[in-house]
């Protein structure tokens, strides 16, 4: 895999100039999207012993790349005709996923056994882990990481990070519950086993808050094990008071604790909030 690191590198350098024309380079970058395409490589992961998202740009740099050394072709999938540059993802039933009318994933996203698509969209360079659903109408941007047994509820919009190739993408990690209509972008992450209340916005700039002590937790990261829900607070500017949003933690879950409906409804409804 170094060997196709440093390939890819070189031809970045130039990558100005490359074309549909250029054979030879169209199969080194094809080479490193089939390992996206496959789960042998991914874009983004976290660090064990640093808990940081370590990004490996290289792959980054491929997607970016192999947009222009394909071109435009027509293709078509039932009844159904495209115009694009990149073919969807095949063999669900071999990998083990279950993809339902209305489902697409394009080659090169990555998706764990045990995955349902129901009426979604999964864009290259994204990983969806084993056992997630991928819920009517949700999005899945490029690059975007999400772990395993995890939930995005209808609508749910997870924004792509594909430039610069350095930027952190969206990371939700194992066991995560993301409400319906929730909208996590520009790198923003979700922490193991938590919740996150229908109709909540999250990226780097929103603020997560404790509402026990009022104290901000952080800026676009939800922490592990808890249950978090869409809120807004006054700020003072020079045209006058103004409301804006925020995300509040109510509940702190036992590590490992799994997400029972029926109790996230109640524990919500105390709130004013909703799944």
Not at 20 to 42: F, Y
Not at 82 to 104: C, I, Q
Not at 205 to 219: H, K, M, Q
Request: charged residues 25%; aromatic residues 6%; proline residues 5%.
């Amino acid at each position: 895999m170094a060997d196709l690191q440093a390939s890819i590198e070189e031809l970045w350098d130039r990558r100005d100039e490359l074309s549909p024309a250029e054979a030879d380079a169209a199969q080194v970058v094809e080479e490193a999207i089939e390992l996206l395409d496959s789960g042998r490589a991914r874009v983004a992961e976290i660090d064990p012993a640093t808990d940081a998202v370590v990004v490996h740009e290289w792959l980054k740099k491929a997607i970016l790349m192999l947009f222009s050394l394909r071109g435009m072709e027509t293709m078509e999938a039932g009844p159904f005709e495209y115009a694009d540059k990149l073919p969807l993802k095949r063999g669900f039933a071999e990998a083990g996923v279950r993809a339902v009318p209305g489902a697409s994933a394009r080659w090169g996203s990555y998706l764990g056994r045990g995955v349902i698509l129901m009426p979604s969209y999964v864009n290259i360079g994204a990983w969806v882990g084993a056992g997630s659903m991928v819920d009517t109408w949700a999005t899945v941007a490029s690059c975007a990481q999400i772990g395993e047994r995890v939930h995005l509820s209808g609508g749910v919009g997870i924004g792509g990070v594909l430039e610069p190739p350095n930027a952190v993408p969206v990371v939700v990690e194992d066991d995560v519950f993301v409400g319906s209509r929730c909208m996590v972008t520009g790198g923003a992450r979700i922490g193991r086993g938590a919740v996150l209340g229908a109709g909540s916005f999250l990226d780097p700039s929103i603020p997560v808050i404790d509402a026990e002590t009022g104290e901000e937790i952080s800026r676009g990261v939800v922490p592990p094990w808890c249950v978090a829900i869409r809120a807004s607070r006054r700020r003072q500017y020079p045209g006058g008071e103004f409301f804006v949003p925020c995300v509040l933690v109510i509940k702190r879950l036992t590590e490992g604790e799994r997400h029972d409906k029926a109790h996230l409804n109640e524990v919500l409804r105390e709130h004013g909030a909703s799944t």
